[in-house]
């Protein structure tokens, strides 16, 4: 039996690694805005965080702020076209969770825009293992998606967690009390989960399974 009744999963850094498609969308879209774009590896941070938040922090400097919301179209345009095909699961992802789904219910919880999180775990050979798949765009708050989520499926709050790579993961579950879970092995470090007040940071898929499944 698994350590509790309802999982739900971030996506990108999580189950699947987005990065290259998505640093290349956000160049793009600075691009097309006239804003000279970022080397690639001075992105890797961009991995993860809402879109909003993302392109305020590129524009800020070139007092262009309020050119975030035309970014965010411009991107989620090219990403749903082009960028979502590079998304690719990391090792040992789909393992862990054909182990889980038969002891709890797994949801996928993404700042994605849903369709596109759909298509991502449909190439990725994934979608199979879960309930539902909850996105939003990637222009809100993850707090309030996860809040929908409890209520519209009556998830109980005491026996859920949530599993992701990023900060904003940690403060989602800690928000909505659940359990929560970070992974090393995507884009936030270990610092950051730590800061963030992760209960439990796994370097690995087969680690996570063993905690969750309490091997």
């Known amino acids: 039996m698994a350590k509790f009744k309802d999982i739900l999963f971030d996506l990108d850094g999580t189950l699947t690694d987005p990065g290259a498609g998505i640093v290349r969308t956000i160049r793009r879209a600075l691009d097309e805005l006239g804003v000279a774009p970022p080397a690639r590896d001075d992105l890797r941070w961009a ?31 090219a990403y749903a076209a082009h960028g979502a095909a590079e998304s690719a ?10 182990e889980l789904r038969d002891s709890a219910r797994l949801y996928v919880v993404t700042s994605k825009n849903t369709a596109t999180a759909e298509r991502i775990l449909g190439m990725c050979a994934l979608r199979r293992y879960f309930a539902g798949v909850i996105g939003n765009g990637r222009l809100s708050d993850k707090s309030a998606m996860v809040r929908d989520l409890i209520e519209r499926e009556r998830i109980e709050p005491n026996a859920a967690a949530i599993v992701g790579d990023r900060a ?44 969750l499944l309490e091997r």
């Open 168 to 211: 904003h993961d940690v403060a989602a579950g800690r928000g909505n009390g659940l359990f929560t879970i970070g992974v090393a092995w995507g884009y936030g470090s270990q610092a950051e989960l730590e800061a963030a007040g992760a209960q439990r940071i796994c370097s690995t898929p087969v680690e996570l399974a063993d905690f």
């Open 47 to 77: 991995v993860g965080p809402p879109l909003r938040e993302i392109f305020v922090r590129l524009l800020e400097p070139h007092r262009k702020a309020d050119l975030a919301e035309q970014a965010a179209a411009i991107y989620l345009a």
């Open 89 to 98: 699961p990391y090792r040992g992802v789909e393992p862990m969770l054909k």
